[in-house]
């Protein structure tokens, strides 16, 4: 399958927004903030990029007011940047709620740098690591 490289970029600053939120709530509303993100990054992980809430404002809002995408991307890599953002958000939520704070603002800080990156430059971090996993499986076999 493939997507409008900047479908992901716009949701990469949703994201980025919504972990920025969360690093300034005070605690229950931080846990429950980081509890909607690793929903949407469970959707994006296991259904697909275009399954999330961010994904679909895209296509029905924003998509519309630009030009035909010049070039489309493989959706794999997008789609396993989700699942590595899931596993920050969750580890974030397990640090929070078992009072190792700084485990909990680590992992979210962490995750919104990755948002961040994405979204004003267009740089994947989990995206990179799905590359880098292939090319090293593709060696190893």
Do not use: H, K
Request: hydrophobic share 60%.
């Amino acid at each position: 399958m493939q997507v409008d490289p900047r479908g992901p970029r716009v949701a990469a600053a949703l994201t980025a927004a919504v972990l920025a939120v969360a690093l300034v709530v005070p605690s229950p509303a931080r846990e429950i903030v980081l509890a909607v993100q690793a929903v949407v990054f469970a959707l994006g992980a296991f259904v697909g990029v275009g399954a999330t809430p961010y994904a679909q404002l895209f296509a029905r809002v924003v998509r519309p007011r630009l030009a035909a995408p010049t070039e489309w991307e493989d959706a794999r890599p997008p789609q396993f940047a989700q699942l590595v953002g899931l596993i920050f958000v969750v580890v974030a939520i397990a640090g929070f709620l078992t009072g190792i704070t700084v485990l909990g603002f680590v992992a979210t800080a962490a995750a919104l740098v990755a948002a961040l990156l994405n979204a004003a430059i267009g740089l994947c971090l989990g995206c990179e690591l799905y590359l880098i996993t292939r090319r090293l499986a593709t060696s190893l076999a």
